[in-house]
């Protein structure tokens, strides 16, 4: 898979094939489609509930998110990239992590919650999560505005 940061730029629509009942209780054949979009979207979200991601995305992504925000608009797929297959899916994450929380358990974290979300609420198979720590986020006292003179 391309390492990227944003989703892809074609959209192809994942066909599930899904039994529904009728109203005679006969079990009909249709059919289900998801977006890769949504399925970006659905591992965005669970990413960021992961304790010790601070954000997700790249440098480049961050700062057009930046932006985003200040038009109080949210892209939660940014960061994530999808493939998406017949009946399984592969993604690639990358995200900013809290410091000083261990890196390899924000990861595993990250991994273990986009499993479970992709695979409980689209139903596919997830064959891997790949995830690059980007950054590290360092809190500073913001609360602070005043800085001390260097000299007297």
Do not use: C, F, W
Not at 44 to 59: D, K, M, N, Q, S
Not at 85 to 97: F, L, M, N
Not at 117 to 143: F, K, Q, R, S
């Amino acid at each position: 898979m391309a390492n990227s940061n944003t989703a892809p730029t074609s959209v192809t629509p994942t066909i599930v094939a899904t039994p529904t009942l009728s109203p005679s209780a006969e079990v009909a054949v249709g059919k289900t489609v998801i977006n890769d979009s949504v399925i970006a979207k659905v591992a965005g979200i669970a990413a960021r509930e992961v304790a010790g991601v601070h954000a997700l995305g790249g440098g480049a992504a961050r700062a057009i998110g930046a932006i985003r925000n200040a038009i109080s608009s949210t892209d939660l797929s940014q960061g994530i990239s999808v493939e998406v297959g017949e009946t399984q899916v592969a993604v690639d994450v990358t995200i900013v992590a809290e410091y000083p929380v261990p890196l390899q358990d924000v990861a595993d974290g990250v991994r273990q919650s986009i499993i479970r979300a992709i695979e409980d609420l689209v139903g596919m198979e997830v064959t891997e999560v790949n995830v690059t720590i980007d950054d590290v986020y360092i809190p500073t006292d913001d609360a602070s505005t005043e800085t001390e003179a260097r000299v007297q």
